[in-house]
């Protein structure tokens, strides 16, 4: 017994020294790592800065690596992936923070947000769909709804952008009254197409009371107006549209001049329309005065006013084509009204003011930016 009581006290301290020794290494290994941890962080960042996102993502990596139970280098990783397109790793960082159980709730919020976006970005809106729905009530909500707001324009899902937006304008986020108009003319152009009179009626009544000032409502309902040949209500519809909103008058003043002549009332239209080109001159209001009076002496001569106060290459081919006694021949004249002509195509197209993007028609949506009202009722050339 004596025997193995004194090996016994003869371990104790041997036990004792190799513990210690063992968690001095383990602590300076842990330090070690710490200190590599922000190096590889910070040359990361550094890396990235620099424009080199390469080897920021190699560095990135290195930093997880080293520390993979920090939150922010998962989030910084899965962003630069994202930012190069490969949304793919993106998702699978971001899927893995939130596969975390001992992620916080402001942390996993964060995490599902970077997650739709990933989605959002590699055009799997479905499933980025789910994701911000995911967001609701968050701290992310607000960011969430408005991402939920493009990509139903995106995918043309009018009554979902609609509510949308109706619960933003709701919570105080700002006005969408614009916009709602927006969406439910096309919804009154997509029942209208499946011959569904009723239902583009309807929507055409709600995109009035959403905006009641808004300008394509009225341009809409005489368009359908003019197409079922209800030439007093077209009349009655952009009447409305010439007081309201006098520039977007232009672009249907030449089928407003046809209705006019077709009910009878061209003298009057055409007092009503020669006092609207006295405050805001425009071809498109020419063609339609051309329209209503026909005298080449008359056309004439506001061509000539237009070109003094609007040399336009367009005002001098409507000039040229004019007819009487000019000191041109024929075959001149021709040449001369083609290449005018050839030269004023460039500038008779419109130009969305967000983005500059160039269209022969003029969208209320534009396709490039996707903003709303950002094409003026101009053309470039009167810009």
Not at 66 to 86: I, K
Not at 217 to 238: K, M, N, T
Not at 260 to 283: D, E, I, K
Request: hydrophobic residues 45%; aromatic residues 8%; glycine residues 4%.
């Amino acid at each position: 017994m004596d025997f193995d009581l004194q090996w016994l006290l003869l371990g104790l301290p041997l036990t004792f020294a190799i513990g210690w020794a063992a968690s001095r290494l383990d602590v300076r290994q842990w330090k070690r790592e710490q200190k590599e941890s922000p190096k590889a962080y910070y040359k990361g960042l550094n890396l990235l800065l620099n424009e080199q996102h390469d080897k920021a993502i190699d560095a990135f990596i290195e930093a997880v690596q080293h520390d993979p139970d920090t939150s922010d280098l998962h989030f910084a990783l899965g962003n630069l992936f994202r930012r190069r397109g490969e949304y793919e790793r993106a998702v699978r960082v971001h899927e893995h923070l939130l596969n975390r159980a001992d992620l916080p709730a402001s942390e996993r919020d964060r995490a599902q947000h970077a997650l739709a976006q990933d989605f959002m970005k590699a055009g799997l809106l479905d499933r980025a769909e789910a994701a911000y729905l995911a967001l609701d009530g968050t701290a992310f909500d607000t960011e969430a709804r408005l991402a939920l707001l493009t990509l139903h324009e995106r995918s043309r899902e009018w009554r979902a952008a609609a509510a949308v937006a109706s619960k933003l304008e709701q919570r105080g986020t700002g006005s969408f009254a614009s916009r709602i108009a927006h969406y439910w003319c096309e919804i009154a152009l997509e029942a209208d197409a499946q011959a569904q009179t009723a239902d583009a009626d309807a929507a055409l009544q709600r995109a009035r009371e959403a905006a009641p000032q808004a300008a394509r409502p009225l341009v809409l309902a005489g368009q359908r107006a003019l197409r079922s040949g209800d030439h007093v209500q077209v009349l009655a519809v952009w009447g409305e549209l010439m007081v309201t909103h006098p520039v977007m008058f232009n672009l249907v003043a030449r089928d407003y001049a046809r209705s006019a002549l077709a009910t009878g009332q061209g003298p009057a239209a055409l007092q009503r329309l020669l006092a609207l080109y006295a405050r805001a001159p425009a071809m498109d209001l020419l063609d339609a005065l051309a329209l209503l009076d026909p005298l080449p002496e008359a056309q004439r001569e506001r061509l000539l006013a237009q070109l003094r106060e609007h040399p336009t290459l367009s005002a001098a081919q409507a000039l040229l084509g004019q007819q009487g006694d000019v000191p041109f021949t024929a075959t001149e004249t021709k040449a001369l009204r083609d290449a005018v002509g050839r030269a004023a195509q460039p500038l008779q197209r419109y130009r969305c003011a967000a983005c500059g993007f160039e269209a022969k028609l003029h969208f209320w949506h534009c396709p490039g930016c996707q903003a709303w009202d950002s094409y003026p009722a101009r053309r470039v050339e009167e810009l």
